[in-house]
């Protein structure tokens, strides 16, 4: 990176890569899950599995809240050499970091299967439209500030990829043009020409 510009990822991009694999493997571990009767029967642990369901969608979207906002209002304005990194590089780099979390999370929700029937896929399900939920609030707020948010690389692939996480010294914010995410992590869409 010439004259000392900075790789950054966008933020909201970080927060909802999980949010796919954690749903889909939520998703077949809550039906492969359901097969066995379990120790409590497919009924209760289908109920203890909304349950949880709900807790992951209510929960995840309100963890570190504050930080987020607070780094959002601090957020510095972009250097002219720093370097934004795309979508796709995003999502690849966070997924392929924690995949072995993602493999071990729904090994769990199937073993627990044994137990509880469906219940451990629903939480993971839940907890991946909490994330989802999350990158809408954040594009909500990127929105309202008309400031998208850009995190360092090398501080965001420190202990394991949080956006805010303690290795986080401060946000650096664009336009809302720039990049090829839009506000809240989702593709940009492009209008085509007639």
């Known amino acids: 990176m010439a004259r000392g510009g900075q790789g950054l990822a966008r933020v909201a991009v970080a927060v909802r890569a999980g949010a796919a694999p954690l749903w889909w493997l939520g998703v077949a571990a809550a039906g492969i899950g359901a097969a066995p009767g379990g120790l409590t029967g497919r009924r209760i642990g289908v109920l203890a599995g909304a349950v949880l369901f709900l807790a992951g969608v209510a929960v995840v979207p309100l963890v570190r809240r504050g930080r987020y906002t607070a780094l959002a209002r601090g957020a510095a304005r972009a250097g002219k050499y720093d370097v934004l990194q795309d979508r796709a590089v995003t999502v690849r ?23 509880v029937p469906a219940a451990g896929g629903m939480l993971l399900a839940g907890l991946g439209t909490g994330l989802r939920l999350k990158a809408a609030w954040l594009g909500r707020l990127e929105r309202a500030g ?23 010294k401060g946000l650096r914010g664009t336009g809302v043009a720039a990049g090829d995410a839009a506000p809240g992590g989702a593709r940009r869409r492009t209008t085509a020409l007639v």
């Open 93 to 115: 780099v966070w997924r392929r970091g924690h995949r072995w979390w993602l493999l071990l999370g729904w090994a769990v929700a199937l073993g627990s299967a044994f137990a």
């Open 146 to 168: 008309q400031t998208l948010l850009w995190v360092r690389v090398d501080w965001l692939d420190r202990r394991g990829g949080r956006p805010v996480g303690r290795a986080v």
